[in-house]
């Protein structure tokens, strides 16, 4: 099944823009499903952020619309999130995770996850 | 907004039935689907769909759908199970993903 590798700064700066992306391997993402992006503050719950299909089409939380941007490369078989405005508050665990199932997006789950990695929001 | 809702914590021994619940309200309408969370780790599912379980995933896990309220049911818990566990649903639309607030199991 495929492999999701998450890649990208440990520490951001208040009000800068984070920029992950995470790498696909073992699947190609021109071969189907949704490609999503979660998060975990430290000691927290799970928070969806927003999903990407190949062709870029894109389905975002409302709590993350008017700041995250999630785009997709697919000669290199990554995706990437933006999320814009940091705060301490960002503070938190990313993932990225297949966004799968039988096709309908609103039917889909998230397996595999890649690892995650630690983002940190601090001057 | 939607919200799935967990309790915080349970405890049971090795060798008892652990169940750990998951209220929403249009669980009647859409799928439930469980995620184990060991420290430091990635979320690993271990039911979806309701009731269905990865191949990988010990026959001791079960889920069920009734109504309201989704079940994560873990036959004869052993040590090896504790760890937060989360619900996930999407909202009536399907459009909005979203994550219950977990629960820590422990057994001991």
């Known amino acids: 099944q495929a492999q999701l590798q998450e890649s990208g700064p440990g520490l951001v700066k208040p009000s800068e823009t984070l920029s992950l992306t995470c790498t696909v391997s073992?699947?190609?993402?021109?071969?189907?499903?949704?490609w999503g992006w979660v998060r975990q503050p430290p000691g927290k719950g799970l928070e969806w952020i927003g999903s990407?299909?190949?062709?870029?089409?894109?389905y975002y939380s409302s709590s993350f619309k008017s700041r995250v941007t999630i785009s997709v490369d697919t000669s290199k078989n990554q995706f990437s999130l933006q999320l814009s405005s940091m705060t301490a508050a960002d503070t938190a665990v990313y993932y990225c995770?297949?966004?799968?199932?039988?096709?309908?997006?609103?039917?889909?789950?998230?397996?595999?996850w890649g690892q995650g990695t630690l983002v940190t929001v601090s001057s | 907004s939607y919200e799935l809702t967990q309790p915080p914590s349970v405890s049971v021994s090795p060798g008892q039935t652990a169940r750990i619940t998951c209220s929403g309200d249009?669980?009647?309408?859409?799928?439930s689907y469980w995620y184990q969370q060991k420290s430091g780790q990635a979320p690993l599912l271990v039911i979806y769909?309701?009731?269905k379980r990865p191949s990988e995933i010990p026959e001791r896990f079960s889920g069920s759908n009734s109504g309201t309220m989704a079940t994560l049911t873990i036959s004869a818990a052993q040590v090896e199970d504790e760890a937060d566990y989360y619900c996930?649903?999407?909202?009536?639309?399907?459009?909005?993903?979203?994550f219950g607030g977990g629960t820590k199991l422990t057994v001991l």
């Open positions: 995770a297949k966004d799968g199932g039988y096709g309908d997006f609103r039917d889909n789950w998230f397996d595999p």
């Open positions: 073992d699947y190609f993402i021109t071969s189907g499903y949704y």
């Open positions: 990407i299909y190949h062709d870029g089409s894109t």
């Open positions: 249009a669980l009647p309408k859409k799928y």
């Open positions: 769909e309701d009731t």
């Open positions: 996930y649903s999407t909202d009536s639309s399907g459009y909005h993903k979203l």
